[in-house]
């Protein structure tokens, strides 16, 4: 039963997510630019909902103790900073970023990397909670396209084919599936660890919602769309609140 979740979110956050954003290529560049930045707002959303709604309290109560889980929430920012010094780590929107301007099979490694860690975050907090699992892939999902819409565009303009970058996008995303399998077979040796997995995870989420999706949502200084994107950020914490609390 368990396996079976993680076996279709983690799919559906691979290759669901790389299909969705294909579908992105067909829109008009005006519209792709109206679209990127409501979907962004909504990933911070759910990014910081599930931590903050889901993973940090499933954590604390799993450790029984609220301050070792925020010490492990901390660890785990220090070092997704120290991540983003030295690997490819940082889900860039902007096709003239200091990510973007690096090859595109070295982009792709560092996805592969990140979507790989994905993975095992949807196999650990399925094997704690299937409502837990639901709304941490949904949040996987939801960061995930925006992101693979960015790929497509820097693949595109280095001269890869579209079919090649679609078979790019797909391979790096089923390292997601890969990291998620990984994870459920192992999980059962390590269950004292998935608290401190859920606390990196954490951090994960609320390191990129703060320093790569919100900076990206600062550029956009209309009254109009500020006040869209607070409404979207709201309605995408409000979706993992709903989402918790109904299964």
């Not at 390191?207 to 919100?214: G, N």
């Amino acid at each position: 039963m368990v396996l079976g979740y993680i076996i279709f979110f983690s799919l559906l956050g691979s290759v669901g997510s790389v299909l969705i954003s294909a579908l992105f290529l067909v829109f008009p560049d005006k519209i792709q630019k109206g679209l990127i930045p409501k979907c962004i707002s909504f990933a911070t959303g759910t990014l910081l909902g599930a931590a903050f709604l889901g993973l940090i309290p499933h954590a604390a109560e799993d450790f029984g103790d609220v301050r070792l889980t925020l010490l492990m929430v901390l660890v785990g920012l220090i070092i997704f900073f120290i991540l983003e010094k030295f690997v490819i780590w940082r889900h860039c929107h902007d096709d003239h970023c200091h990510v973007h301007e690096a090859s595109g099979s070295l982009i792709m490694i560092g996805d592969a990397f990140h979507n790989f860690v994905d993975g095992i975050v949807i196999a650990a907090t399925f094997t704690t909670s299937i409502p837990l699992g639901i709304t941490t892939a949904f949040s996987v999902i939801t960061h995930e396209i925006p992101q693979e819409v960015g790929d497509f565009a820097i693949l595109l303009k280095n001269n890869y084919t579209k079919k090649r970058a679609f078979m790019l996008n797909i391979i790096s995303g089923l390292s997601s599936f890969a990291g998620a399998i990984l994870a459920y077979f192992f999980m059962s040796s390590l269950t004292n660890a998935t608290p401190y997995i859920m606390s990196i995870s954490a951090a994960s989420f609320i390191y990129v919602a703060i320093s790569d999706l919100i900076p990206h949502l600062q550029e956009h200084t209309n009254p109009k769309e500020s006040i869209i994107q607070i409404l979207l950020i709201l309605a995408g914490i409000s979706a993992i609140y709903f989402m918790s609390h109904t299964h």
